[in-house]
């Protein structure tokens, strides 16, 4: 059976990650162009007076040498290109799509990180030579999580936006369970529908993702392509609805779970262990070059929070619901005894994962201030 290759992994970085970023530089550039110029065209009209004929003929900077300015269907067709936003993914604006790339970037390679060092590298299971086995699966792993974030963004922006989906589903729920529904305020009806869009987004794309990049590059997963569906439509369809109840509990845990107390308790215990543990002081020393000395306690503690209930959700949908429900897996109830580990230490890997993306957001945006105004990036003053 062939096994994964550094060939495999260059041609998968090639395909999915530099051949699009380099379309999308291209169709942004000729959507600021058409813009541009639809705009210069509507501003700079000029009459000039035609002596002959007694007429106004239009001037512009598209009748220099340009021939599509001058063709009506030409230049309907541009404004409906620009009014639907196709050429930069249905994003409002190119700054909108420079964001999502950033986000979708730092968030897939945090992934990356976290589970290579994390879930590989501490879990016992599997540790010896971690980085030697799974750096290649992880690099493909990287390419699937960010292909998956961008196809949500898109997916959610402009294909299947919260606005229709909340329309159709107040329209099946009021047919449904008609009392029970007008019995919700607005804003609980809003809650519900747009988390479980967020969750059927979620887990929609990582299964596509997971696919159409991960197994799809992996020979070894790949082979034969005859049974590829059959082999894997079982794992991804689970690992897809966990994904997606993953992001329900942690909204519904967001929303009713009082933070407050929570963050509350964070610090006491900080207040608790600050000096009389290595690592508690170690955590506390650090907070500046992570966060910055202008992040209070209250602010790092909503983070861990965050990182906490985002990990705990994932490992237990991942667990009971990706492995508990696969029946190639389960095995009756031994699949908890197998892959328990996996759930613990890929719980602790997403913890991480969410909190050093959230670090190195905050990183990276004092060290753009620092390098734009000459700021120092830790203490916020200005050198």
């Not at 813009?35 to 509507?42: D, E, G, I, L, V």
């Not at 906490?308 to 190639?328: A, E, H, K």
Request: glycine share 6%.
């Amino acid at each position: 059976m062939a096994k994964l290759s550094n060939r495999d992994v260059i041609r998968g970085i090639r395909n999915y990650f530099m051949l699009p970023l380099l379309a999308l530089t291209m169709t942004s550039r000729l959507h600021e162009y058409f813009a541009r110029n639809q705009t210069t065209n509507r501003n700079e009209d000029t009459c000039v007076p035609d002596t002959i004929n007694s007429v106004c003929e239009i001037s512009s900077p598209f009748n220099n040498g340009s021939s599509f300015s001058t063709d009506s269907k030409l230049s309907e067709f541009i404004r409906r290109v620009l009014e639907s936003r196709i050429l930069l993914l249905g994003f409002p604006t190119q700054q909108d799509l420079r964001h999502q790339i950033f986000e979708s970037v730092l968030g897939a390679i945090c992934w990356g990180a976290c589970f290579l060092f994390i879930r590989k590298g501490c879990n016992p299971e599997c540790r010896k030579n971690f980085f030697a086995k799974y750096w290649r699966g992880t690099c493909l792993g990287i390419l699937s999580i960010y292909n998956g974030s961008m196809l949500r963004a898109i997916v959610i922006m402009s294909i299947f936006p919260p606005g229709m989906f909340c329309h159709y589903f107040d329209i099946a729920v009021s047919s449904l369970s008609p009392r029970l529904w007008s019995s919700m305020d607005k804003s609980e009806k809003l809650f519900s529908c747009t988390s479980l869009h967020n969750a059927l987004v979620i887990g929609m794309c990582w299964g596509i993702g997971n696919t159409l990049v991960r197994r799809r590059l992996d020979p070894a997963m790949r082979n034969p392509p005859e049974t590829f569906v059959q082999r894997h439509w079982k794992d991804v369809s689970c690992g897809a609805l966990a994904i997606g109840t993953s992001s329900l509990i942690k909204s519904i845990w967001m929303h009713y779970n009082p933070t407050d107390m929570v963050e509350e308790i964070l610090e006491n215990m900080f207040d608790t262990f600050s000096g009389k543990t290595s690592f508690a002081t170690w955590l506390s020393s650090i907070r500046p070059f992570i966060l910055g000395s202008e992040t209070d306690r209250v602010s790092y503690n909503h983070y861990i929070y965050e990182s906490m209930r985002v990990g705990i959700s994932w490992g237990i949908t991942s667990l009971f619901i990706r492995r508990g429900l696969n029946p190639d897996i389960r095995n009756g109830g031994r699949f908890i005894g197998k892959y328990w580990r996996d759930a613990l230490y890929g719980t602790l890997a997403m913890s991480c994962c969410v909190f050093v993306r959230l670090a190195a957001r905050m990183f990276l945006e004092r060290m753009a201030l620092f390098l734009a105004n000459r700021v120092d990036p830790f203490l916020g003053d200005e050198l």
